[in-house]
RNA sequence: GCGGGAGUAGAUCAAUUGGUUAGAUCAACAGAUUGUGAUUCUGUGGGUUGCGGGUUCGAGUCCCGUCUCCUGCC
């Protein structure tokens, strides 16, 4: 078994997980940082292991267009390409194809489409994603889906969920790396029976793990939670679940409530980026005028290497400017507050608290 | 002192022979961001067109005076 529950909550469906990989032990519930190109922007493996970081993202999308696989093959896989000795998870490119390709072409054998770069034509399927993923080499792959818009028609949605079925049995012959597991992607937009009905397709082929695709992608909060709800009952207790996409703290707890275990998104990084910083009481716009003389930490009490050593207004400067600095700081912030969150839901999931902990939590 | 040139948003510059509410780009400020977009997107504010007169239905534009800066000459 590469996944054991460790405690189980007693007022929800919140569980305390622990993750067995080819590259160490995940606790969970985790969130994973997303390092599409094989480097969490800005940020350096050994920041992420500082930074508590559990699990890094790669992209089968993403890299198989540049570098491509023969570069990737040639250094010996992602985790040597990258030098991060830890656990990575592979997304299967099928996202990608849906949020950033363009001219692209469904067949039964995948799509066709071309790069969001330079145009050039690729084609990416279940056996095209699964080889790529092993050439990668990561401890988790997933299988190649389609994630359907919102709003979707529900015959468009029954269509595309039958396919994304079949492509996930297919995944799931395809060759893999060594002690490489295969997550299924549970998909069928905001109709609660076609998730149901995916879902137990999906058990039925049997994987190492479950996730909830197709959410955020502009649906309302209530219907994503719908979703989640709709998919998660329906998937082994004795197996990861992992929502993907999702980063926001009462968000992820609201679905650790519902039986979530692993989560990813760009949130955390992408903010970081564009000047705002993660708190436990909100998000903040360090580069506002009114933080210009803030010699206090970007989060009070939060023990980060950017607030342990920098002020507000330093930090706040270095945006301004532009310094790439400014950038990797409150991104070292915002994933350290990420991390740490989601180790004080473990704790309280631990210690029995974990009520309390979603209650406390601000209601945006 | 004399000649020439230039003064328009915080900055750099537009604005047809004089013609609607003087625009653009940066900057500033605000918001967005959910299986990645650092250098992205959306929005907002900002002007006594150096100052004072004059001509005209109407002046950033033409005329006079004046101030400042640049430049050349003595």
């Not at 990608?96 to 770069?117: D, P, W, Y």
Request: include cysteine; hydrophobic fraction near 40%.
């Amino acid at each position: 078994m590469n996944f054991e529950v460790i405690k189980e909550d007693v007022g929800s469906e919140a569980r305390l997980g622990r993750l067995e990989t080819a590259h160490g032990t995940v606790d969970t519930p985790v969130f994973m940082d997303v390092g599409t190109l094989g480097s969490v922007k800005a940020l350096e493996p050994r920041d992420l292991a500082e930074l508590g970081t559990q699990v890094v993202l790669g992209n089968t999308y993403h890299l198989l267009l540049r570098p491509g696989p023969e570069v990737i093959a040639a250094a010996g896989g992602l985790h040597r390409f990258m030098r991060w000795d830890g656990p990575i998870l592979t997304d299967s490119g099928g996202f990608q194809v849906f949020s950033l390709a363009r001219m692209r072409k469904f067949t039964e054998e995948g799509c066709r489409f071309n790069s969001h770069l330079d145009g050039h034509e690729f084609f990416l399927g279940p056996k095209e994603s699964m080889a790529m993923q092993r050439t990668l080499g990561s401890d988790i792959a997933m299988v190649f889906d389609e994630c359907l818009p919102y709003p979707c028609d529900r015959a468009r949605a029954e269509a595309s969920v039958a396919r994304t079925v079949r492509w996930a049995e297919r995944c799931r012959g395809e060759p893999r790396a060594d002690g490489q597991q295969v997550f299924g992607i549970v998909q069928g937009g905001i109709y609660d029976d076609i998730r149901r009905r995916c879902a137990e397709e999906l058990v039925k082929i049997g994987f190492d793990g479950y996730a909830v695709g197709g959410v955020s992608v502009g649906e309302p909060e209530e219907e994503m939670y719908r979703a989640v709800e709709a998919s998660v009952p329906y998937l082994p207790k004795d197996r990861p679940r992992y929502v993907m996409g999702l980063g926001v703290m009462r968000q992820m707890a609201e679905c650790v409530a519902r039986g979530v275990d692993m989560f990813d998104c760009v949130i955390p990084t992408r903010i970081a980026r564009h000047g705002t910083a993660i708190t436990r009481s909100g998000n903040i716009a360090i580069k506002a005028a009114k933080y210009a003389f803030d010699q206090g930490p970007v989060e009070e009490g939060c023990e980060c290497y950017c607030c342990r050593t920098f002020s507000r207004s330093y930090v706040r400067h270095l945006l301004a400017c532009g310094e790439i600095l400014g950038l990797r700081l409150l991104t070292i912030h915002n994933v350290w507050a990420l991390n740490r969150f989601m180790a004080d839901m473990r704790a309280a999931i631990a210690a029995g608290t974990f009520g309390e902990f979603r209650r406390e939590l601000p209601p945006a």
